[in-house]
């Protein structure tokens, strides 16, 4: 069946831009999970949700960073103002409850 | 200090060779602990999966828990090229959520 997909793939910015990364979860999986992948720094939790449940954004390094999950299945990544650091691999993973997480192939951004 | 130190090499080794991969964790409360892989440009799969202490065999790869010492591992018997991914270590912050801990990542490189 279809796993996890993300897009844009590859997402090329200038400073200051807003940008949105999209990620399509496994059907009915009702978690979803954005982590960040960067030199040095690894695989990092950004937030987390599961079905209505208010989501645990922990993880999310600053006030620019914004997500939502409308219906409880496509979720929107938003980074707004963007900065050269937030250069790196997004990566967007689902799973049933807290059981084995699917990761998708993730978004490359590039900060300008 | 990281919760989850993993070395992030490279590590290169010739085909058929035993590889041995350590991550140390710092909080005791840890208690599931799990492997990905991921191969170039692509995202982590689940490699293996762990809880407590101990050890667990699936075909050419052992992963080993010691709690004692808060240290774990993968080995890999018979090392193929195809072996050949960053290996991440990572346990799950907490039962209630999915939240997921992760190392550093090792490269790793089984060469012909």
């Known amino acids: 069946g279809a796993g996890v997909s993300q897009s844009p793939s590859n997402k090329v910015t200038e400073k200051g831009k807003d940008v949105e990364l999209r990620c399509d979860p496994i059907s009915g999986h009702t978690a979803l999970y954005w982590y960040r992948q960067s030199l040095g720094q690894g695989l990092e939790f950004l937030i987390y949700f599961q079905g209505n449940s208010a989501p645990d954004k922990s993880g999310l390094p600053s006030d620019r960073f914004s997500a939502e999950r409308t219906g409880g299945s496509v979720s929107t990544l938003t980074i707004q103002r963007t900065q050269q650091e937030d250069s790196a691999v997004y990566l967007c993973?689902?799973?049933?409850?807290?059981?084995?997480?699917?990761f998708g192939p993730g978004t490359r951004l590039t900060v300008l | 200090q990281k919760e989850v130190e993993q070395d992030p090499g490279p590590l290169s080794v010739p085909e058929g060779a035993i590889v041995s991969l350590n991550c140390t964790y710092s909080n005791s409360a840890f208690q599931y602990f799990m492997w990905y892989r991921q191969y170039s440009r692509k995202g982590p799969e689940l490699l293996m999966y762990?809880?407590?202490?101990g050890n667990k065999e699936d075909g050419r790869f052992t992963a080993q828990v010691d709690k004692s010492s808060k240290y774990i591992s993968l080995f890999i018997r018979d090392s193929q090229p195809s072996d050949s991914a960053t290996y991440l270590c990572a346990t799950l912050y907490s039962g209630n959520t999915g939240k997921l801990i992760f190392g550093q990542g090792t490269t790793l490189q089984v060469k012909p």
């Open positions: 762990t809880y407590s202490s």
């Open positions: 993973a689902s799973s049933r409850g807290t059981d084995t997480q699917y």
